[in-house]
């Protein structure tokens, strides 16, 4: 099955210690990318990946790293979590191309909580 | 820079009642729409889609006609159901600079529907 699958589900963590959240597709994408989403707010993208190797910053960058060593992981990474880093996390493939012409396809979210 | 605008919500109706979810942007250029649905506790999926002016996207019943002049991508369905209770998103992607990193997502609205 087509998949984007994200782990873990669910994490509660204090603040500064550091963590990651992985994320993986079986689809062949090129194009990864992780946004957040916040009561009121939408969803905002953190970081995006055109292909291997190559990673940019999307609008709301700070506090996160990421890396893309193989084409399948896109995993995400805090450093040192603040609370204000409290909130739903998804990872989303796309074959390439456009995003005009290929869609989005989303993981089941991550929930974090930051003490 | 692009910009989705939803109306307020949460929205609730009855069943069989008629749907509509207003969407506007701001864009340079023509770009493209989509409709995305969120199920509880899951990722976002595309529910439709419209690449230039005067497409109508439809499925599973919805439909969003893509409107220029007035720069809207309102959703739409004739009878909803209670299986279409999910928060709705309405997104872009612009055709110039920055066309293949990321969706612009409006803020979403819930969806309630009631036996």
């Known amino acids: 099955e087509a998949q984007v699958t994200q782990n873990p589900r669910y994490l509660i963590t204090v603040t500064g210690k550091k963590l990651t959240v992985t994320c993986s597709q079986n689809?062949?994408?090129?194009?990864m990318s992780w946004y957040r989403q916040d009561p009121g707010l939408g969803l905002r993208q953190i970081y995006y990946?055109?292909?291997?190797?190559?990673?940019d910053k999307g609008d709301v960058p700070e506090g996160y790293k990421v890396s893309r060593k193989e084409k399948r992981n896109f995993p995400l990474i805090l450093e040192s979590p603040s609370p204000n880093q409290t909130s739903l996390y998804f990872c989303?493939?796309?074959?390439?191309?456009?995003?005009?012409?290929?869609?989005?396809?989303f993981g089941n979210g991550t929930r974090l909580t930051v003490t | 820079g692009d910009s989705v605008t939803q109306m307020e919500g949460p929205v609730t109706l009855s069943e069989e009642a008629f749907l509509t979810i207003n969407c506007t942007y701001t864009a340079t250029g023509y770009p493209s729409l989509f409709w995305y649905v969120q199920y509880p506790g899951e990722g976002l999926q595309l529910l439709l889609k419209?690449?230039?002016?005067?497409d109508k996207g439809s499925n599973k019943g919805f439909e969003a006609t893509y409107r220029k002049e007035t720069t809207s991508f309102h959703l739409e369905k004739g009878s909803v159901q209670v299986s279409d209770s999910a928060v709705y998103f309405c997104a872009l992607s612009s055709l110039y600079t920055g066309a293949n990193s990321k969706l612009t997502f409006g803020k979403g609205i819930t969806l309630s529907v009631r036996p």
């Open positions: 989303a493939s796309s074959w390439g191309g456009s995003l005009r012409n290929s869609p989005l396809h």
């Open positions: 990946s055109m292909n291997v190797e190559v990673t």
């Open positions: 419209a690449t230039k002016a005067d």
């Open positions: 689809m062949n994408h090129e194009y």
